[in-house]
């Protein structure tokens, strides 16, 4: 039995700031209302919408593992604290509800509300969503209403906000589109290091091998014998990459490539965002990160 969780070293504060955005404690700085966001995901979304009206801070940095995050005390102090704490759900960060109800949060919105979820093939709802511009959309759509919920003399300047992120995140779809359109049909086949891109998969008509963590987590085990089914595939299905995280540990995913001969590409951003600066900081620009190297894996 192999296992594959990756362990992460957090910040002893317990809080990452959000890049030229954050409020300390996410409180208020300046008199401004304070958002709390539990992914990289939300407060990239957050922090577009907000603009200068109100400052964000983010749980979870970039490059740490989502599904098993621990709240620390400054944490819960800031969910405390804030104007409005945004979550996903879908069971990513429900690790964290225990936190958010103990911090005594004055209002709190879960921004996947109204999407269609995908199920993994052990029948669990899938939690990434965002791989999938359409969905994030509607999260940007769920934020810009959470917001003006609390701040309703913004609420056009937050409409205003959602609509110029969500422009975007179009215009990223079909970049995207044309990146993975320019793949022979015959390479579109993809093997993760979990599954965690079914929604991206869907979208830009891909087709799902198979993964080396098994399910949406990254908790799981595998057996040898899975492990060698897997193998089996990638010969059989003529894979030509095997795509890792930057989240997760990768060496299964690379010794997997080198018994089988493929590439490996290990900086994929599945559960997580790139650092300030990066490129990759926001769903857009993550999204056209991964699909690049994809196309350029699977030429």
């Not at 990452?16 to 409180?27: L, Q, S």
């Not at 907000?50 to 490059?63: E, K, Q």
């Not at 891909?206 to 193998?231: D, H, K, N, R």
Request: include cysteine; hydrophobic fraction near 40%.
């Amino acid at each position: 039995m192999v296992r594959f969780r990756a362990v992460f070293f957090l910040l002893l504060t317990g809080t990452i700031a959000t890049a030229a955005a954050c409020g300390g404690a996410g409180t208020t700085t300046g008199g401004k209302p304070g958002v709390v966001a539990t992914t990289q995901q939300i407060g990239s979304l957050a922090r577009a919408i907000v603009g200068d009206r109100m400052t964000v801070t983010t749980l979870i940095g970039p490059g740490v593992d989502p599904h098993d995050y621990e709240a620390s005390p400054n944490n819960v102090k800031s969910m405390g604290a804030a104007a409005i704490v945004l979550k996903h759900g879908i069971g990513l960060d429900a690790h964290l509800d225990k936190a958010i109800e103990g911090s005594g949060a004055k209002r709190v919105v879960t921004v996947t509300t109204g999407i269609v979820l995908l199920k993994s093939a052990s029948g669990d709802n899938d939690p990434h969503v965002w791989h999938d511009p359409e969905d994030a959309k509607i999260m940007a759509d769920n934020i810009e209403a959470a917001l003006a919920s609390v701040d309703p003399a913004n609420a056009d300047y937050y409409r205003q906000q959602a609509d110029a992120q969500k422009q975007r995140l179009d215009a990223a779809d079909t970049t995207i589109k044309q990146l993975i359109g320019a793949i022979p049909p015959d390479n579109r086949k993809m093997v993760t290091d979990h599954d965690a891109f079914a929604y991206f998969i869907k979208r830009y008509g891909l087709q799902f091998v198979g993964a080396v963590i098994p399910g949406v987590a990254t908790q799981g085990e595998a057996s040898a014998q899975q492990l060698a089914t897997l193998e089996d595939l990638i010969r059989k299905d003529g894979v030509k990459a095997i795509f890792a995280e930057n989240s997760l540990d990768p060496r299964v995913s690379q010794q997997i490539a080198k018994d089988t001969g493929v590439k490996i590409v290990t900086d994929l951003y599945g559960d997580s965002l790139g650092p300030p600066g990066s490129g990759a900081d926001t769903i857009e620009g993550m999204l056209v990160s991964n699909a690049t190297k994809i196309a350029g894996a699977l030429k």
